[in-house]
Every structure is written in C-alpha cells, then in structure tokens.
C-alpha cells in the first residue's frame, strides 16, 4: 500500500471509518504513518489527533474502540477507507456515528419497502390500503396469500417467460415481507439466522 502522506503538509490523510456490517460511514479521522501502523500492528484504529497533538487510539479513554476488519486505499492514494467493527458508540456526543444517526443495518430499498409497509399497517386505513386491508384478515390470511405466492413463483420457474417469473418473485417477497410483521419481525431478523449458520 503506497499512502501519498506527503500531498498535503501536515503529513495527514484523511481516514474515512466504515462499519463493515452496515457499510454506515462512522467518523472521519486523520492519520499520519504511524497512526497507520499502530492500527495495523494493535488491531484497534488509531489517529493523529490534530487538537491534542499526538496519536489517538479511538476508545482509549471511553472503550468504544473500533476493531480493525480491512484498509482500503483510493485512487489518488491519498485518502483511506477503513472498515471496523465499533464497540459501542463512535461520536463522542454519545451517537452511533458523528452524523447523529443510528448504525442500523440497511437493505436500501427493500427497507424502505418494510417502513412503507410498517406505515400502511399503523394507519390501517383498509379502504385504501392493501397492505391494512390483508392485515385486517388476520395472520392465517397473510400466511396463505405467501404460501400462494410461493406456489406461483415455482410455476413460473418451470416456464419461459421471464418477466411473470419476476413479478411473481417480487409478489412473493412483498407478502413475505408483511407475513415477518405480521409475526414481530423483520428481515434483518432472518439475516441474523443466516449468520448464525455461516461458520
């Protein structure tokens, strides 16, 4: 890893720190070269703290370290993107990162899709919501409306078309995504199993 710590005059690079499980960008910090091989040789992120002057280990005084998982270089090789996994909050504000935001894992648009679903439930409006109208019906419904699904998803495998197979696949993931409310849950809780089972 060739670091271009002399592009600005300080000797710093700036240290973008990434949960490698959320992808959540954390903080921003500096680091001059022997930041860089303290973390490399501790496992625990360190920085040149540019207010005190010297190195920082993050953590070392309030023990929300950041574990060390990778180090990534840019393309100017000027500026580092280091992937941790933090014990506890990041910000010294107490926060899970210095955006003031919650280090949640995220499935982008298949989250946004359970809070619109979440959403339709609260307002239960059955008149104009699907979603409220089937919840309405109970859990047995829910459960039956996934289980057809599932069977149209298998029949369309077996043909050609590759666009009924598609939406029958988003019909099946849509349903099931209410069907894990309808229980309590919700994906991350599924994916947490999946982890549990990668050994």
């Given at each position: 890893?060739?670091?271009?710590?002399?592009?600005?005059?300080?000797?710093?690079?700036?240290?973008?720190?990434?949960?490698?499980?959320?992808?959540?960008?954390?903080?921003?910090?500096?680091?001059?070269?022997?930041?860089?091989?303290?973390?490399?040789?501790?496992?625990?992120?360190?920085?040149?703290?540019?207010?005190?002057?010297?190195?920082?280990?993050?953590?070392?005084?309030?023990?929300?370290?950041?574990?060390?998982?990778?180090?990534?270089?840019?393309?100017?090789?000027?500026?580092?993107?280091?992937?941790?996994?933090?014990?506890?909050?990041?910000?010294?504000?107490?926060?899970?990162?210095c955006?003031?935001?919650?280090?949640e894992?995220?499935?982008?648009?298949?989250?946004?899709?359970?809070?619109?679903?979440?959403?339709?439930?609260?307002?239960?409006d059955?008149?104009?919501?699907?979603?409220?109208?089937?919840?309405?019906?109970?859990?047995?419904?829910?459960?039956?409306k996934?289980?057809?699904?599932?069977?149209?998803?298998?029949?369309?495998?077996?043909?050609?078309?590759?666009?009924?197979f598609?939406?029958?696949?988003?019909?099946?993931?849509?349903?099931?995504?209410?069907?894990?409310?309808?229980?309590?849950?919700?994906?991350?809780?599924?994916?947490?199993?999946?982890?549990?089972?990668?050994?």
């Open positions: 890893m060739n670091i271009d710590f002399n592009k600005n005059k300080d000797g710093l690079v700036p240290a973008i720190i990434q949960d490698a499980l959320t992808k959540n960008v954390l903080m921003l910090g500096y680091m001059n070269a022997e930041a860089l091989e303290k973390t490399k040789a501790s496992g625990l992120v360190t920085f040149f703290s540019r207010t005190k002057n010297r190195l920082w280990t993050k953590g070392e005084e309030s023990g929300n370290v950041l574990n060390l998982v990778d180090i990534k270089l840019d393309c100017d090789s000027d500026t580092l993107l280091i992937s941790v996994n933090p014990k506890g909050p990041t910000c010294h504000k107490g926060s899970d990162t955006w003031n935001e919650a280090n894992q995220s499935f982008g648009f298949i989250s946004k899709l359970e809070n619109t679903i979440t959403s339709r439930i609260k307002n239960a059955t008149q104009k919501s699907y979603v409220a109208s089937l919840f309405a019906k109970g859990i047995n419904k829910v459960a039956q996934v289980g057809e699904e599932a069977v149209e998803v298998v029949i369309e495998a077996k043909d050609d078309n590759d666009d009924l598609l939406e029958e696949s988003a019909d099946l993931l849509f349903h099931y995504l209410m069907l894990l409310q309808a229980k309590g849950f919700k994906l991350k809780d599924v994916v947490n199993v999946l982890k549990g089972r990668d050994k």
